[in-house]
Structures are given as C-alpha cells and as structure tokens.
C-alpha cells in the first residue's frame, strides 16, 4: 500500500533554514508528479510546491524564490528546502500523491518563531 513518511520539521528562527524530506513507498515513486501541501493554523491547507516525474517545478506564490523541491528516484524520496523562512511558514507540512485519489502522509510540525 501507498506509504508517506515526512521528515525533518522542527523549530527555527526567522530567516532559519530547514529540509524536509517524504519517504515513499508502495508505488512507482519515478512515475509520478508529487506535491507538497503545508496547514497553518486555522486555516485550510495550501499547495505548496509540485514536482512533475520529469523534475519540472511549480511553487506557490508564497514561497517562491525562497523553497525548492526535488526528488531522488533511486531513493523514492521528495525533499522541500527552504530558506529565508518566515512565521507565517509555520504550520504541519505534507507530502501528497494523487493517483484517482489523495495520498497523504502524517505530516511534519514546522515551526518559525524566535
């Protein structure tokens, strides 16, 4: 079955550096785009970051500039770098894959705050 295990959240201080990383398992990770959604708060859970099969990044207008996916296929790995973070970064991050239905992992806690 279909695995997603998120990594690397923590807490860091404005304009800190974090990686997340997304293990997964249970499907053919190189054929698949893979995203990542991240929740604040009370608020409803945003996209984040798409990583097409063929490595081709989209970002949200939130975090362009600032974070940056890739994928290792050998590894069936996602990762999120991201730098210059901010408060309102803060929030649960999730890897996602959408094959007729929503795959999510359990979700790493990231904290921005001094």
């Known amino acids: 079955q279909v695995q997603l295990v998120e990594s690397g959240g923590g807490l860091v201080q404005p304009g800190g550096s974090l990686r997340l990383s997304c293990a997964a398992s249970?499907?053919?990770?190189?054929?698949?785009?893979m995203r990542w959604y991240r929740q604040a708060p009370g608020k409803e859970r945003e996209l984040v970051a798409v990583i097409s099969s063929g490595g081709n990044e989209i970002y949200g207008d939130p975090v362009k500039g600032r974070f940056i996916t890739s994928r290792d296929n050998a590894k069936s790995t996602l990762y999120l770098q991201m730098n210059s973070l901010k408060p309102e970064d803060t929030g649960v991050y999730y890897c996602n894959l959408r094959v007729l239905v929503n795959y999510w992992g359990k979700g790493t806690l990231v904290t921005v705050s001094s």
């Open positions: 249970g499907f053919t990770f190189s054929n698949h785009d």
